[in-house]
């Protein structure tokens, strides 16, 4: 009888250790706790009256009136160039004459014959085209990459706040030492609140897809234009919405646990919003601009941002061949961009994770 009442683990008492909760059940536990801040409901409703806002601002501009007004802007401006061109005509043979003259003249007062004006290069005015006067029909994809495209940072944003106030308030009010006497090791209830906040950055970014993919969707029904507008046909995208959307959510993520692990690291929701707020003057609008004449601009987050957002960005910078130096437009790569996104999640979440594991917590 006595064996019945074994239990089936039967190493010493001393030995045994009790399994606890899962990794999936802390993290379980983490998202229903970064629900049911305030801070995360004023992220939702933030997102979306701006998302709200976006999709008005498009369905505004893009209404079959506004469509029409444009148009007819355009004709004017189309019958005002062809004026221009007439005039241009008319006078071109007295400016080419001036120019060759200006030029001849240069020649024998330098000496040099290779002195050239550009005389024979000298060109009119053109006709706009519609693509350019940004005549085109409202097309759902289009409105939904040009929102998405401008509303990243925003996403971006609210995803580090939260992520950050998730970690800082959890310190500030005490919370976090009474969490490390039922969870004691600090490793791994670090990463369930950073997997967290990264789902909860997710979040925002599929609330933001869905939310901007269907008032698209609905401008483009509501705003198509008669027959009597002839609109050109939009540009061919050279990538899908559903590829940027998911760049978005990526973007949305990585600014979720960089927050996180610097909330980690400084313990103070202010003091993160605060090396943000000095990381954004100081490198990205200062140092970027005025030191090393742009070329440290492959560098910062906010251009890796963007280049890994568009697949690729230019930038200016200056170039130098030989001892000629000229600021030139420079393109920086799609892998780049996300390559130096990654190194920096991870050097943030590792340096995070460390600091929280060696430093006492009261």
Not at 166 to 193: C, D
Not at 226 to 246: F, N, Y
């Amino acid at each position: 009888m006595s064996e019945t009442l074994l239990p089936s683990d039967e190493r010493p008492r001393t030995q045994r250790r009790p399994s606890g909760t899962s990794f999936a059940g802390l993290v379980g536990v983490e998202l229903r706790r970064l629900w049911w801040r305030r801070l995360t409901k004023v992220a939702v409703v933030a997102l979306v009256l701006f998302t709200g806002a976006a999709v008005y601002n498009a369905y505004s501009s893009s209404t079959p009136e506004r469509l029409a007004q444009q148009l007819d802007d355009y004709k004017a401006l189309v019958a005002d160039t062809k004026r221009q061109q007439a005039d241009f005509k008319e006078q071109l043979p007295q400016m080419l004459a001036q120019c060759r003259q200006d030029q001849a003249a240069e020649r024998q007062r330098s000496g040099d014959q290779s002195v050239d004006f550009g005389c024979d290069s000298i060109a009119g005015p053109t006709e706009p085209t519609l693509e350019q006067f940004g005549l085109v029909p409202p097309v759902a994809d289009v409105i939904t990459a040009g929102i998405a495209t401008s509303a990243a940072y925003l996403v971006a944003f609210l995803a580090f706040v939260l992520g950050a106030s998730a970690i800082g308030a959890e310190f500030t009010t005490g919370s976090m030492g009474n969490w490390l006497t039922f969870q004691p090791r600090r490793t791994r209830v670090a990463l369930t609140k950073l997997a967290a906040v990264a789902l909860g950055g997710a979040a925002l970014a599929v609330v933001f897809a869905l939310l901007t993919n269907l008032g698209a969707r609905m401008i483009a029904v509501v705003n198509r234009p008669g027959e009597e507008l002839v609109l050109p046909e939009p540009a061919t995208a050279t990538d899908s919405v559903p590829q940027l959307l998911l760049r978005v959510g990526a973007v949305a993520v990585l600014a979720g646990i960089c927050g996180a692990a610097l909330a980690l690291v400084l313990r103070y929701t202010a003091g993160v919003v605060g090396v943000l707020l000095a990381y954004a003057v100081g490198v990205e609008l200062i140092a970027a601009q005025a030191f090393l004449q742009g070329r440290l601009k492959p560098w910062t987050v906010g251009t890796n941002v963007e280049a890994f957002l568009g697949k690729g960005t230019t930038y200016f910078a200056e170039r130098c061949e030989g001892s000629t130096c000229s600021f030139a437009s420079q393109s920086l790569s799609y892998t780049h961009s996300w390559i130096f996104l990654l190194v920096v999640g991870l050097a943030l979440t590792v340096v995070g994770v460390l600091t929280f594991h060696r430093r006492d917590v009261s």
